[in-house]
């Protein structure tokens, strides 16, 4: 009989190295009737294994259409909480409880609260990458992949705080022309991209194509080919005839990339140092022998309010809604 303990954020209990842990994970899901959601960011193994595998819109449509008693959420703190706010009836487990999300992290509730406060007449439209206690404070969440199209919707005069991340704000500012004020937040994977580096693999590389996530600072944007979401990257590399690609974003997806394309090259931009730095750290931390521990015992489970998942579902439904009519 197994001793499980619930340590440091996640279940500490040692496997049979002799296991075949794809297997007992396909075996779990049947028998559960859970679904695993992983997201782009994950490990190899992890993408491997998911039922789907997607960026933080398809992850939440996927949440809210899923028919299944569990999901398993292999991401990141907030994609759970969103997964959990769309199916309060499920039960949501993640495999590492501290896989959290700087982004998030740079928008203290309390804090953001007072901003608000301080622009009374201002919608408040939302990254996705935030906690359910600033869900709950907003009008509308967005994602990268249908934040300019949301931006656009809204009637040239109304006044919007747009938040958490500066660098996507700002880059939604460029494509719509709306004078948003924007929260002073970022994503530490997206901001350590070195121009200097980038530019010297370019020309290394001159056929290669640079394409970017908007959550990357201006100076990085303005020299790429194309700037997408997560999955708008990927389709992206898909359907261009290039054979090679400098990737700024977080290396999990080109995992994705070369599965899809295994005849192309794909390049990760290099960061202002020489460590992995665009490799996010907390999703890193669910690994493979988690995940199948956290089914098998279905912990940790991820717990929210009533009173702050009826709060926080609201601007998520408004932004699925929006999807749905922008085809998205």
Not at 52 to 81: K, P
Request: hydrophobic residues 40%.
């Amino acid at each position: 009989m197994d001793t499980v303990l619930l340590k440091k954020g996640f279940l500490d209990v040692e496997t049979d190295p002799s296991l075949n842990i794809f297997e007992e994970i396909k075996k779990l899901k049947k028998e559960k009737n859970a679904v695993l959601l992983a997201h782009y960011y994950q490990e190899n193994d992890i993408q491997d294994v998911a039922d789907y595998i997607g960026d933080s819109l398809g992850l939440a449509q996927q949440a809210a259409r899923t028919n299944a008693d569990i999901i398993v959420f292999a991401g990141v703190h907030f994609m759970a909480e969103t997964a959990k706010i769309l199916c309060p009836d499920k039960k949501v487990l993640l495999p590492d409880l501290n896989a959290g999300c700087s982004l998030a992290d740079s928008c203290p509730p309390e804090k953001f609260a007072a901003f608000k406060a301080e622009h009374p007449d201002h919608l408040v439209i939302t990254y996705v990458n935030c906690s359910a206690d600033i869900k709950a404070l907003s009008d509308i969440i967005c994602t990268s992949s249908n934040a300019v199209q949301i931006v656009n919707s809204i009637h040239a005069g109304q006044k919007i705080i747009f938040a958490p991340d500066k660098n996507l704000g700002r880059y939604i500012v460029e494509k719509t022309g709306r004078d948003m004020v924007l929260w002073n937040g970022s994503c530490m994977v997206h901001e350590i991209f070195s121009l200097q580096k980038i530019v010297r693999l370019k020309s290394q590389h001159p056929s290669a194509l640079f394409i970017a996530h908007p959550e990357c600072e201006k100076q990085i944007l303005d020299k790429a080919d194309f700037i997408g979401s997560t999955t708008a990257l990927l389709n992206f590399t898909i359907n261009r005839k290039e054979k090679e690609f400098i990737v700024a974003t977080e290396t999990g997806i080109l995992h994705q990339m070369q599965k899809a394309s295994p005849e192309k090259t794909f390049i990760p931009a290099p960061p202002d140092s020489n460590c992995a730095c665009n490799d996010c750290p907390h999703m890193k931390l669910n690994t493979l022998e988690k995940l199948y521990v956290c089914l098998k015992y279905e912990k940790p489970e991820l717990i929210i309010p009533e009173h702050l998942i009826q709060k926080a579902r609201i601007p998520i439904d408004r932004m699925l809604e929006l999807s749905a009519k922008f085809g998205l």
